[in-house]
């Protein structure tokens, strides 16, 4: 009887030990992933022809460029991604467009510059790391349908590693197409109202 008693006993306190460590290891990774990416943007000027945002002439395109930084802090003990790094623009609400993002350009000088993460904007922020890349987005009138070409506010937007889009509010826009530079504000700007929750 005693050894009936014994071997239960021992039964039952390796499934404890297991289940514990079971429990450790899936709270330590659960704790681990638990962080965020935190967005920051930074109005710059465009190496490509030093000029802020705004909208502009380019030969015969009427277009809106928006040279950025973008700081990627990944506050999570494991690495995020942050895929198809993008400007979309909306009227009254509604989707309209996304925004080209531009990969190369020769600037003024003739050199050739990378934006992204080597022409790409797609990153891979390792754990509690912080990443700063320069992106240039741009877009042209001819590019939207005719009759349907204005927009009233920029978002920038994402993918995370779940494939869920994360989309932020960056700036309202009037007068739409009228060929002007926009402020250029000294501050990093922390984007904090994701509109896809």
């Known amino acids: 009887m005693d050894s009936w008693i014994n071997i239960w006993s021992s039964l039952l306190g390796g499934v404890i030990g297991a289940g514990a460590t079971i429990f450790s290891v899936w709270l330590s990774h659960y704790l681990q992933k638990r962080g965020k990416i935190k967005l920051y943007i930074k109005h710059v000027y465009s190496p490509v022809n030093e000029k802020p945002w705004g909208f502009y002439q380019e030969g015969t395109e009427s277009v809106i460029q928006v040279p950025l930084w973008v700081d990627l802090i990944n506050t999570a003990g494991v690495s995020k991604v942050v895929r198809n790094l993008n400007i979309i623009a909306y009227f ?59 927009f009233d506010k920029l978002c920038l937007s994402y993918f995370d590693e779940f494939e869920k889009e994360h989309i932020y509010y960056v700036a309202n826009i009037e007068s739409c197409w009228k060929f002007r530079s926009f402020s250029r504000p000294r501050e990093w700007i922390k984007l904090t109202n994701d509109i896809i929750k």
């Open 92 to 150: 009254s609400g509604e989707r309209l467009t996304e925004f080209t993002q531009i990969q190369y350009q020769s600037s003024l000088n003739q050199s050739t510059r990378s934006f992204g993460n080597d022409g790409s904007y797609s990153f891979v922020i390792p754990p509690n790391s912080v990443m700063r890349e320069r992106v240039m987005f741009m877009l042209k009138l001819s590019e939207l349908v005719p009759g349907n070409t204005s």
